[in-house]
């Protein structure tokens, strides 16, 4: 099998989508211990929801609430949204979105008023058909430099 994820060094790895969960796991005992924690979590409740078979087809770092930090995954079945739990005990939780729920997705760059902001500024916007009408989530902290990789790969897969 092919190694898709090439480490250039301990802050920057270059990842071919799609890749599967547990070639994700593997990659990530190169990184720094303490950025590696949260991915260890978050493939945690990632192995809980997704099927063994399902591959990957983007990852980043993405706040799915306003105030727990994250990742959103595109996956080829689903949607996940993995949240932080904050506390002593740590961990993660999941939600998963199914492609043939969300109506439409859209994004936008958060203005930043005083120059270099401290975060991300990126939006995903993403509206989900409900039981009666229909919900809009927002996504916030997504690096800029990924959002539009991030928009078409879930547009690839409605």
Sequence with gaps: ?????????????????????????????????????????????????????????????????LTKTGFIVVADSNLYLVSMKMGFFGGAQTETIPYKSIKSIDFDIAPDPWGKAMMNLGILYIEVKGIIGSSKRTIRNIPQEHLDNLRKAIQDKL
Excluded: C, G
């Design 1 to 65: 099998m092919k190694m898709t994820i090439r480490t250039l060094n301990e802050q920057y790895m270059l990842i071919e989508y799609p890749v599967t969960l547990e070639e994700m796991e593997k990659s990530s005992k190169e990184m720094p211990k303490s950025e590696r924690l949260y991915y260890e979590y978050a493939f945690k409740a990632l192995r809980k929801d997704m099927k063994d078979t399902e591959t990957i087809h983007y990852f980043t770092v993405a706040d799915s609430k």
